[in-house]
T-cell receptor, first 116, second 110 residues
Framework: EAQVTQNPRYLITVTGKKLTVTCSQN?????MSWYRQDPGLGLRQIYY???????DKGDVPEGYKVSRKEKRNFPLILESPSPNQTSLYFC???????????????FGPGTRLTVT | GESVGLHLPTLSVQEGDNSIINCAYS??????FIWYKQESGKGPQFIID?????DKRQGQRVTVLLNKTVKHLSLQIAATQPGDSAVYFC?????????FGTGTSLTVIP
């Protein structure tokens, strides 16, 4: 089954304790992205990656890091989480650039993060 | 950043009626517009997209209309069913970045 998986699904942590949210897709997609969803603000893009070793900032990258060492994985790293990073996070993937590019993003189930 | 908004935060329709969800955008350079559906507790799910050089595109029970003159996008759902109850988001892209609206919550009344 084609899917995007995220782990963990729920996480409660304390300010300053580094954490990583993993994301993996099995569709061989070039493009992957992270979003955060907050009430009243919709989905905002944090980072995206066009392919292995290629990452770019989205609209709200401050306080986050990403890496793309393998095509299927795109972890989101919070080096020093703060309470304002409490949110619902989604990872997504889609076919990448060129003539086969698609605008249909496949989203994971979400990770609810609470930073106290 | 981009501004992608929605005219109404909530919409209630009778089962079997048609639904129209509206969206306004601000970036004239956006080349694709996409509609997503998000059910409670799940990630967004792609519904349909439309390229900026088109005015209308139809899918299964859904139609997207694009009016570039007034920077307006709409999603029409025909014969709305209880399973259509969800939050609907529009999104725009001018390349590799995506900008989402805040969503409209659609409730279908049986």
């Amino acid at each position: 089954e084609a899917q995007v998986t995220q782990n963990p699904r729920y996480l409660i942590t304390v300010t300053g304790k580094k954490l990583t949210v993993t994301c993996s897709q099995n569709m061989n997609h070039e493009y992957m992205s992270w979003y955060r969803q907050d009430p009243g603000l919709g989905l905002r893009q944090i980072y995206y990656s066009m392919n292995v070793e290629v990452t770019d900032k989205g609209d709200v990258p401050e306080g986050y890091k990403v890496s793309r060492k393998e095509k299927r994985n795109f972890p989101l790293i919070l080096e020093s989480p703060s309470p304002n990073q409490t949110s619902l996070y989604f990872c997504a993937s889609k076919r990448g650039g060129g003539m086969f590019a698609s605008y249909e993003q496949y989203f994971g189930p979400g990770t609810r993060l609470t930073v106290t | 950043g981009e501004s992608v908004g929605l005219h109404l935060p909530t919409l209630s329709v009778q089962e079997g009626d048609n639904s129209i969800i509206n969206c306004a955008y601000s970036n004239s350079a956006s080349d694709y517009f996409i509609w997503y559906k998000q059910e409670s507790g799940k990630g967004p799910q792609f519904i349909i997209d439309i390229r900026s050089n088109m005015d209308k595109r139809q899918g299964q029970r859904v139609t997207v209309l694009l009016n570039k003159t007034v920077k307006h996008l709409s999603l029409q759902i025909a014969a709305t069913q209880p399973g259509d109850s969800a939050v609907y988001f529009c999104a725009e892209t001018a390349g590799n970045q995506f900008y989402f609206g805040t969503g409209t919550s659609l409730t279908v009344i049986p």
